[in-house]
């Protein structure tokens, strides 16, 4: 899990999103809590249902927008909202776990983002610390 | 934005000087000293950073509503041509393909509706999906979306919803050729199953809106409109189908810029030859996406149609103009005296062949396209009539543009507080997310009156009509 909290950034038009964390793979979970932060309150959904995702990617910016977007596509397709997330990394493999559960009346409807964007991308260690930003289209 | 590393060609035209080494196109920037005043340098920088793109043709440039995007700036145009090495670029698009907006013309006036604007707005928003995990009733199979995605409106029209009349006001008659399902892929028509005759979140709409105002008489006379008139503006896009298709075609163009040695000064500018086959795959799924948009307006129309029959019995809305304002289109325009066919992209900005072009329908031919300027839900939306002469590849402004962050709107509003402020001034607002509402507060955008006035003044669209909002479905 994220050892921190998701934060944000200014953007005009869109949201800037970080996550932080002890290793690569808490903050990619951080960054995924960022994300769905924006859609919902995340505290009220329950991890009910786990959903695999799983990809290769050896750019470890660019496994980072490609984390977000598969995550984003697939709460669309099974029409849920993931307030949980496990990630393991192994070279290029990423495997990962999302947890949460179908859109119910009870949760607090955000903003929908439409996807992760490249634009002022970067994962970076400094000292102990991971961090993943970027701009995600709302 | 800094005027003072800008020379002023024109009272709204700007360019930034380039260095004696710089090799870049031109950026030109369309706006009033004011407008750009009010504009992140960051809108700068990434119009100066598409003007380093390969095959730019004339300039890269910002309209008057122009504010910092990804990639290209929203509000960016750029044309670039295939033969001379020129790119497509997702980031010239946006994830949003083809959003939009679907203008509808009614015999209603303010004083018929009236009355019954408070059960009308409920019958709207329970009628229109809106919001963000919202889906609508229709759900349609991945055979059925790959045929969305050849036919775009005309599929919806064949299915019922709306009328073959409706198809003449849209561009391109409501389908785009050259779209390519294959090209698509299965998450993002899975994705779309259940989004057909959805709004959406975030800036998305639908209005109900009052004519306060005619400015050019003759084109208001050729757009059926008149002081008075109620209208309904529709705003939205190609909904998951599209945001996938950007999501991944990103990354997939921007290894095929790595690959080709094509620099990109941002990566959200991912970008292929337009004649490569990274590019080629690219457009035949884009042409897709808009045609998923074209199709999503059509059955909104209709839904929107029949909610407003159980209020209004005798009521008629006519489709006014269907025109999207994040697409690259192969066009004709006229360069240096000789026509040449260009791949014009446009980012939050719109399409306004001025009067005479063929591509529009023969109602409007003598006066010019119509160009919609959404507002916010608590100012005003314009309709202008594309120009003669537009030297921006036949473009021009798409909004009001944001002026302030999200975050900063969140910060400064609450959503419940401003549905009430919005209903004191005779504006009803139906809504699922009060964050939404905070988010687009009308105060977080430019004065959309300044940039309506700019767009006419730097001679890309003449205004026709101001319209004021009544009701708004917000996604």
């Not at chain 1, 995340?42 to 290769?56: M, S």
């Not at chain 2, 005309?154 to 779209?179: M, P, Q, S």
């Not at chain 2, 939404?436 to 006419?456: F, I, Q, R, S």
Request: overall charge neutral; charged content about 20%.
């Amino acid at each position: 899990m994220p050892t921190q909290s998701p934060t944000y950034f200014e953007h005009d038009a869109d949201i800037g999103i970080i996550g932080r964390g002890a290793t690569v793979e808490q903050a990619f979970e951080a960054a995924a809590q960022a994300v769905f932060g924006i859609v919902t309150k995340l505290d009220a959904v329950q991890p009910k249902t786990a959903v695999t995702i799983a990809f290769e990617e050896a750019d470890v910016e660019l496994a980072m927008v490609t984390w977000l977007n598969l995550l984003l596509g697939k709460s669309r397709e099974l029409g849920m909202v993931f307030s949980r997330f496990r990630m393991q990394r192994n070279g290029a493999r990423w495997n990962a776990e999302a947890l949460g559960e179908k859109w119910r009346a009870g949760l607090e409807r955000g903003v929908e983002v439409k996807g992760a964007t490249l634009t002022m991308l970067s994962v970076k260690q400094t000292g102990a610390m991971w961090e993943a930003r970027c701009i995600v289209d709302v | 934005m800094n005027l003072q590393q800008l020379h002023q060609l024109e009272p709204c035209l700007w360019t930034l000087p380039r260095a004696t080494a710089e090799k870049r196109a031109e950026v030109l920037l369309y706006g009033t000293a004011p407008l750009l005043v009010s504009m992140d340098d960051k809108v700068l920088e990434q119009a100066a950073n598409v003007a380093f793109l390969p095959g730019v043709v004339g300039a890269s440039m910002t309209m008057p509503d122009a504010h910092w995007g990804y990639g290209f700036p929203i509000g960016g145009v750029a044309a670039f041509d295939a033969g001379q090495g020129g790119v497509i670029s997702v980031g010239g698009v946006g994830f949003d393909i083809s959003c939009g907006i679907r203008c509808l013309r009614s015999n209603l006036s303010l004083q018929d509706a009236a009355p019954r604007f408070n059960e009308l707005a409920d019958t709207l928003f329970h009628a229109i999906p809106a919001g963000v995990g919202e889906e609508g009733e229709i759900k349609v199979n991945l055979t059925q979306i790959d045929q969305i995605l050849q036919e775009g409106a005309n599929w919806a029209v064949k299915h019922g919803y709306g009328n073959t009349a409706d198809l003449e006001y849209i561009e391109e008659h409501g389908r785009v050729a050259d779209a390519v399902p294959d090209n698509v892929s299965e998450l993002a028509k899975k994705r779309q199953r259940g989004e057909m005759g959805t709004l959406g979140s975030g800036n998305h709409y639908l209005e109900v809106q009052m004519v306060e105002r005619i400015y050019d008489a003759a084109a208001a006379l050729a757009f059926g409109l008149h002081e008075g008139q109620i209208l309904i503006s529709i705003h939205c896009g190609s909904r998951g189908l599209g945001h996938q298709i950007g999501t991944e075609y990103m990354l997939i163009l921007a290894k095929a810029a790595s690959r080709l040695g094509i620099r990109l000064p941002d990566r959200e500018l991912a970008c292929a030859p337009i004649k490569s086959p990274e590019g080629q795959q690219y457009i035949g799924a884009m042409n897709a996406a808009i045609n998923c948009a074209l199709a999503n307006r059509q059955i909104l129309t209709h839904l929107t149609r029949v909610a407003c029959e159980k209020i209004f019995r005798d009521a008629e809305f006519e489709t006014l103009f269907d025109v999207s304002h994040n697409t690259c289109k192969a066009e004709t325009h006229e360069v240096d005296g000789k026509p040449r066919l260009l791949h014009v992209h446009r980012k939050g900005a719109t399409r306004a062949f001025g009067p005479g072009h063929p591509a529009l329908p023969e109602r409007y031919r003598k006066v010019g396209q119509p160009v919609v300027i959404g507002g916010s839900m608590g100012t005003g939306s314009y309709i202008l009539a594309g120009s003669s002469g537009n030297r921006a590849f036949a473009s021009a402004s798409h909004g009001a543009g944001r002026a302030m962050s999200r975050h900063q709107a969140l910060a400064r509003w609450k959503g419940r507080a401003l549905v009430d402020e919005l209903a004191q001034q005779g504006i009803l607002i139906r809504t699922r997310s009060m964050r939404g509402v905070a988010e687009e507060a009308p105060g977080a955008y430019k004065d959309v009156d300044l940039v309506a006035e700019a767009t006419e003044q730097a001679g890309l669209a003449r205004r026709v009509a101001f319209l004021r909002p009544k009701v708004c479905v917000k996604g």
